[in-house]
């Protein structure tokens, strides 16, 4: 099996070993990074009760796996007897890092995608009964976690069924503009009822 390799070889052993400190010091900080999203991402999701922030911890977690992985490839740098071996193994054990973010970004996005929206005309019936605008605001923040859904589950399945790696950034940039004009008008108090809401 063949081994992609990126760049040239450090020009000696010296400039190896420099390369293999600065490697593992990079890893440490997104072991750390990635661990304090997961976290954050876990609790802030289960509390809020959002499927997309809980499935960004499980992301966060899978992106710890790849770096530990990474971290192990780095030890065995050394060992030029099993270096090779050690290569083989991380590139396989990313690989499926790569697959499991991938489907489990896709059951996620789709999950939502069908509970969401039956949530959010439950939680209106109640906004509505009640006169609360600010349950309104939060009935459309539980809508717009069910079109990102629709947006995060057309980039992921562009991405790896046909291979537009593009898809992905794309849907991103497009959820930022929709998560920001929402968040606005929240703020501003011009939900969809508000005006309904004020005459009550």
């Known amino acids: 099996m063949d081994v992609m390799t990126v760049g040239a070889a450090p020009a000696n052993r010296a400039d190896r070993v420099a390369m293999i400190r600065r490697g593992r010091r990079l890893q440490y900080v997104t072991i750390a990074w990635n661990s304090l999203e997961c976290a954050v991402a876990l609790v802030a999701g289960v509390l809020a009760g959002s ?9 966060s977690a899978i992106e710890v796996t790849s770096s530990v992985a990474a971290l192990w490839r780095l030890a065995w740098d ?3 007897a099993h270096r090779e071996v050690a290569e083989r193994r991380t590139f396989r054990l990313i690989g499926v890092c790569f697959l499991l973010l991938s489907v489990a970004g896709i059951v996620l996005a789709a999950l939502s995608l069908i509970v ?9 019936q ?3 009964r009640l006169g609360s605008g600010a349950l309104e ?5 539980t809508e717009i976690c069910a079109y990102l859904s629709a947006i995060l589950l057309a980039g992921l399945g562009l991405n790896a ?20 004009w929402e968040g606005l ?4 108090g011009r939900t969809c009822c508000a005006d309904l809401f004020a005459d009550t």
């Open 185 to 188: 008008a929240a703020v501003r």
């Open 116 to 124: 969401m929206p039956v949530l959010a005309r439950s939680k209106r």
């Open 161 to 180: 069924w046909l291979g537009c790696w593009w898809a992905d950034p794309l849907a991103g940039l497009v959820m930022v503009p929709l998560i920001a």
């Open 126 to 128: 109640i906004a509505s």
């Open 51 to 59: 499927i997309a922030l809980v499935g960004f911890g499980f992301d």
């Open 137 to 141: 605001a939060e009935t459309r923040q």
């Open 78 to 80: 050394r060992d030029d």
